[in-house]
Nanobody
Framework: QVHLVESGGGLVQPGGSLRLSCVASGSGFRIYDMNWYRQAPGKQRELVAQIAANGRAVVAEAVKGRFTISGDFAKNTVFLQAISLEPEDTAVYHC???????????????WGQGTLVTVQS
């Protein structure tokens, strides 16, 4: 089966930077896209950035110009580079992957447990 391992979160000051990573482990699947979501305290989950297997990437307006998503699909890995972090960026950041199982073409949506980003002085 597919497992996602996220890392890179932590406590940073406003204006600081972080690089989050997510690795999809396992075998027997193909990735359609890899995504980053975030959920701030008391808020609903929102899509931050998305990258498809063809390399096309989309970043949410709220973080455009500050966040960059990139992927290495050969390694089943996605990154989120965040700069100029603001307190409102504080959230649990979740990796999400859309895959299909190679053996039977079964669709799977897989979520990571999340990595906490806290931005404060």
């Amino acid at each position: 089966q597919v497992h996602l391992v996220e890392s890179g979160g932590g406590l940073v000051q406003p204006g600081g930077s972080l690089r989050l990573s997510c690795v999809a482990s396992g075998s027997g699947f193909r990735i359609y896209d890899m995504n980053w979501y975030r959920q701030a305290p008391g808020k609903q989950r929102e899509l931050v950035a998305q990258i498809a297997a063809n390399g096309r990437a989309v970043v949410a307006e709220a973080v455009k110009g500050r966040f960059t998503i990139s992927g290495d699909f050969a390694k089943n890995t996605v990154f989120l580079q965040a700069i100029s972090l603001e307190p409102e960026d504080t959230a649990v950041y979740h990796c999400n992957v859309q895959v299909v199982v190679s053996s039977n073409y079964t669709y799977l949506e897989v979520w990571g447990q999340g990595t906490l980003v806290t931005v404060q002085s």
